[in-house]
């Protein structure tokens, strides 16, 4: 029996464009099934459409089969096929519900009537399992540790299929290891596990079957050594050799701590003006926290940062209007900067004028959207949208955190292209948070390493390449 089975699935949004058609997929217990392919596509659709969130939540025209454990789900309410299978959606936020970590693991377990002792057993070994502390508010995780956490809840609810929408978006090299060895260990237990990502060099070694959506359909492919080759190689970094200039900011011994929590505990070092730096580590090490700090989004509750564009800006430890003007910010999560309601007003926001908003969104693939809502697009697309909105405004400094997360291969290499070329016409000062071993190097000038809140490493290029070969 399968544990999934869509048979002649077609769907449409809006009852005209097709995102389905006709579509015939299987997974297996005992495997891990990769589903991948370019951006908006419809991996999401079809990960909504077996977790019966459609069309119980979102709605659409559906037409075909669906079979979840053996049984078809045509007609089932959403709390029924949440009992079979668990979901983990690609946006972190979207999930979670609760302040504390160890409650929102409970939620679901909760939600399918476990006993109290049951749930906490369920806490414990899931929190071991995802490196996290049960007693840790969730507003002050990471990134790639919300990630972390909202597959421990899903997990912790015991369904024997569990799906995962871009698991290792936000995760470092050794997270994503550890979430797939776990997976690959659930698999081997019986489960079956469907992941959605972009990341093959870091899934394909552990997955059995993989399907490559695109065109409307989905197919088996079955040469997974040539498929992971043409969607991994290394990009190569098209700018001239950096010349060193005087540093745009120089922070010394900055501390930052939300209270009894440190995040990080005195960092010194200076950002090179022009130059393209690259900040490296772990999830939770501070690197978000840091570029929020040169930002001046938060307030350093120790040491000092010192920028050298404007000496005005330094009476005001909170940037201002002024100050954004000059300093653009993309952040993690697409959905915390997009407000307008379509794409084109998004992009046309900031910048200089309508023309120049247009040649924007056509260098970034995204002039077809224009009139679209922001929030209607997938995470890939509201990435792109997010760092052209941004770009249009032409910062001086330009704070990039996680800019490739839901990019097909080919969307990688031009979204780095991009950034390449726009800093070369610009001379910005480009400062980058990635855990993409393919586009790092590629974006870099400069990195440096964080590990518990302070900085172990600085470098050029070679150090990426050592950061990434030890990992």
């Known amino acids: 029996m399968n544990a999934i089975e869509l048979k002649n699935v077609s769907f449409s949004y809006d009852g005209k464009t097709k995102i389905l058609e006709n579509v015939d997929f299987t997974a297996e217990y005992g495997e891990v099934t990769l589903l991948s392919g370019l951006s908006g596509e419809g991996k999401s659709t079809l990960m909504y459409i077996i977790g019966g969130i459609i069309p119980n939540v979102r709605c659409g025209e559906m037409s075909g089969e669906v079979f979840v454990d ?10 029924y096929i949440c009992r079979k299978a668990g979901v983990v959606l690609q946006n972190a936020d979207e999930q979670i519900v609760h302040k504390i970590v160890e409650d929102e693991i409970a939620f679901g377990c909760e939600n399918l009537a476990f006993s109290p002792e049951r749930i906490q057993k369920q806490i414990d070994i899931v929190c071991k399992l995802m490196k996290l502390d049960p007693g840790h508010k969730c507003r002050t995780l990471s990134g790639g540790q919300k990630q972390r956490l909202i597959t421990a809840s899903t997990l912790a609810m015991g369904q024997k299929i569990v799906i995962l929408d871009e698991p290792l978006a936000n995760l470092d090299k050794d997270g994503a290891a550890m979430l797939m060895s776990t997976l690959r260990a659930l698999a081997k237990a019986g489960y079956c596990v469907i992941v959605i990502e972009h990341r093959l060099d870091m899934v394909l070694p552990f997955v059995d079957t993989v399907w490559h959506i695109g065109g409307l359909t989905v197919k088996k492919v079955e040469n997974k050594r040539e498929y992971l080759l043409r969607q991994t190689a290394k990009i190569e970094d098209d700018c001239p050799a950096y010349v060193m200039r005087e540093p745009m900011f120089e ?15 005195g960092v010194t070092v200076d950002i090179p003006g022009g130059g393209r730096t690259v900040l490296l580590g772990e999830n939770g090490s501070g690197k978000t926290t840091l570029m929020r700090l040169i930002a001046k989004l938060n307030k350093p509750t120790g040491g000092t940062i010192l920028q050298h564009m404007d ?35 998004e992009i046309s926001f900031g910048a200089k004028s309508v023309g ?27 990435r792109r949208v997010s760092i052209a909105a941004v770009v249009s405004c032409e910062p001086e400094v330009l704070l990039l955190d996680e800019p490739t997360v839901g990019q097909d291969y080919d969307g990688l290499k031009a979204m780095t292209e991009i950034l390449n070329r726009l800093h070369r016409e610009s001379g910005n000062t480009m400062i980058t948070v990635t855990h993409d071993v393919r ?12 590990e518990n809140g302070v900085v172990t490493k600085s470098g050029g ?9 030890c990992r």
């Open 461 to 469: 290029k070679e150090l990426i390449g050592e950061y990434f070969s």
């Open 439 to 450: 586009c790092a190097e590629a974006l870099c000038d400069r990195a440096f390493v964080l």
């Open 311 to 345: 000496p005005a800006f330094d009476r005001k430890r909170r940037g201002n209007k002024e100050w954004f003007k000059k300093v653009g910010v993309v952040y993690q999560n697409p959905d915390y900067q997009l407000f307008m309601p379509t794409v084109g007003r």
């Open 356 to 382: 120049r908003a247009e040649e924007i969104a056509k260098l970034f693939g995204v002039e077809h959207l224009w009139d679209r809502h922001p929030q209607s697009l997938s995470e890939g697309q509201k």
């Open 70 to 79: 053996g049984e078809k789900t045509n007609g089932k309410k959403l709390g």
């Open 251 to 265: 922070l010394k011994d900055v501390k930052f701590s939300v209270r009894e929590r440190s995040i990080l505990s």
